[in-house]
């Protein structure tokens, strides 16, 4: 498995737990982009409108780390400020999956 396929891999994971946890507190999946170009980053924005809160993930291929951030939902993510919820170095070389795992479990404490 080479690195970018195992950051691939690990972006789906923490993005598919999150998107389960998310989803039983009313939150929906609203955006995600991926910038090539810009090291591989990526992010996904989920919202809860009852609420009005949202969280968005962050892969940040600069750095090599994972960002959870959360902001007041004003009916435009664009329009927000984000404040960080956690940061979480990611080693793009390890490949066991007990890492990635461990990696996802400390992300999804953050919200539960």
């Known amino acids: 498995m080479n690195r970018t396929k195992n950051i691939d891999d690990t972006c789906e994971l923490i993005k598919e737990s999150l998107n389960d946890t998310l989803n039983k507190k009313g939150y929906e999946l609203i ?40 902001s007041p939902y004003v009916y435009d993510s664009e329009k927000v400020a984000w404040a960080d919820v956690i940061i979480v170095p990611f080693d793009s070389n390890v490949k066991k999956s007990e890492y990635k795992i461990e990696l996802t479990k400390s992300i999804i404490e953050e919200i539960e």
């Open 31 to 70: 955006k995600q982009e991926y910038h090539e170009e810009s090291f591989g980053s990526r992010f996904f924005v989920w919202v809860n409108r009852i609420e009005k809160h949202c969280f968005r993930l962050i892969w940040d291929g600069k750095d090599s780390w994972f960002v959870l951030e959360e």
